[in-house]
């Protein structure tokens, strides 16, 4: 059974920095692209950032462009989302999500799906 757990979310003040991992079991890491995703009441998940399964292509939104950074470490099937300058907007509830074949930004070419983990970003 695979299964994505998150860590790292918390609150933080506007221009900090937090960074989020995500853990992975229960299936072949190495085979999957990873995403992170976001997503606030009333609205639809949006995509963040994504990897593909060697590190060597990253994907982000225009909106973190610059401020936030993707990474997998392979030995430890973990992926993680380095987050700074962070700003009130950011605040999400993040997800991380793991894709064999697909378009990385797109929310349905994901397989599995993590529990989520809540950021808050106060001003």
């Known amino acids: 059974q695979a299964q994505l757990v998150e860590s790292g979310g918390g609150l933080v003040q506007a221009g900090g920095s937090l960074r989020l991992s995500c853990a992975a079991s229960g299936l072949p890491f190495t085979n999957y692209a990873m995403g992170w995703f976001r997503q606030t009441p009333g609205k639809e998940r949006e995509f963040v950032a994504a990897?593909?399964?060697?590190?060597?292509?990253?994907y982000y939104a225009d909106s973190v462009k610059g401020r936030f950074t993707i990474s997998r470490d392979n030995a430890k099937n973990t992926v993680y989302l380095q987050m700074n300058s962070l700003k009130p907007e950011d605040t999400a509830f993040y997800y991380c999500a793991a894709a064999q074949l697909g378009f990385p930004r797109r929310v349905d070419t994901y397989d599995y799906w993590g529990q989520g983990t809540q950021v808050t970003v106060s001003s």
């Open positions: 990897i593909n399964w060697s590190g060597t292509n990253t």
